[in-house]
Each structure stands twice: as C-alpha cells, then as structure tokens.
C-alpha cells in the first residue's frame, strides 16, 4: 500500500524557516517523480514544487522560487522542502503527493498534509 | 500560467441527479487535465487523468470529456458519497494550475 507521511509543520515566525519531509512507502520511491501542493483551510489547491526521480530537475511556482527548496533522499524514501524567508500568505497545509507513473504531472497519491503556520 | 476557470463554484443537487461540472483553460491543454474529488477534512482524491481516463478504483458513474480548452467532469447518478469539492487541474506546463473549485451540495 502506498503512504506519504509528512512531518515538520508549525508556528514560525515572519522570516523564518521551516523543513518538511515526506516518508514514503509502498512503492519504488526512485522511480517517481514527487510534488508538493498547498492548501489553505477552506480554501483552493495550489502547486508548489517538482522534483524528478535523481533529483536532478526541479520546478516552482512563482510565489516559493527563490524561498523553497525541494530535494529528495532516495535512499531514505524521503521527500524534503525547505522553506526560508517565511511569508503569512505560506500559512496552509502542505501535502507531498506522487507524479502518477505513465502520465503527465498528475498526483495518484497524496499525504495526510501537515499545517504550517507564519505568524508573529 | 494557465488559468483554470471552473464553473459553477457550487451547485446543489439530488441523490441520483446527473451533476456536469465545467473547466476553462486559458489556453490550449490538448488533454492533459485531471478532475479530483475532496471531501472536508480529506486529502484529495485523483478521479479522471487526461481529460477522460478513469483513476483505478472510481466509479464508473464519473466520466470526463473535452480537449484543447473546455472539459466537463460528469457525476451520471449522484450519490450520498458525492458530496464534496470538485477540482480540475493542467498537466500540460509548469507552473501546474488548479481550478478554484466546484462545491456539490445536497438540495
């Protein structure tokens, strides 16, 4: 069975920084591409980051470039972000979910989500 | 950026109505377009990949069509289960965009 399991989520303060992982299990991790998709509490999905299967390539919305970071350790089935220079408006839940294998950047498998909160 | 238009933003419905929910791209996505279902405190849930294929494990009752830019998610009978936000996203171009949204709620 296939499981995303995030952690590192909290309260950081305006300017701060924040690292979120993502376990994965249940499937050939190496193999896949993997996101990460926001989501404010009772609001819309937005994408935030792509990593390829060597961590070799990578994407990000205009609103995190510069400030995240995404990497992935595939000998620990680990997705990372690395938020700096924490913003409010990056108050949401993050999900990582996995690239659908065989098609074009869909997400077939998402985590639970873990909140991250920017606030003084 | 693709600009996904979803349409209505919520629409209210019986046990058993067909539901048909719209999405507008900016520009032309051919078929690279993914419908996902969340129900409140739920993750979302892959229903519909390239425009009309169906998620292993859906129920047939779901269906989508379109391409270029206009594409309909379709709920042939709604069911109890059903009642939740609708979401269409591109898989055409980074950055990947989501539509804002379809509430289907119980008439």
Known sequence: EVQLVESGGGLVQPGGSLRLSCAASGFTFSSDWMHWVRQVPGKGLVWVSRINTDGSGTSYADSVKGRFTISRDNAKNTLYLQMDSLRAEDTAVYYCARDRPGSNYYFDYWGQGTLVTVSS | DIQMTQSPSSVSAS????????????????????WYQQKPGKVPKLLIYAASSLQSGVPSRFSGSGSGTDFTLTISSLQP???????????????????????????
Not at chain 2, 19 to 30: H, W, Y
Not at chain 2, 88 to 103: A, D, Y
């Open chain 2, 81 to 107: 289960e059903d009642f939740a936000t609708y979401y269409c996203q591109q898989g055409n171009s980074f950055p990947l965009t989501f539509g804002g949204g379809t509430k289907v709620e119980i008439k």
């Open chain 2, 15 to 34: 046990v058993g109505d067909r539901v048909t929910i719209t999405c507008r791209a900016s520009q032309g996505i051919s078929s690279w377009l993914a």
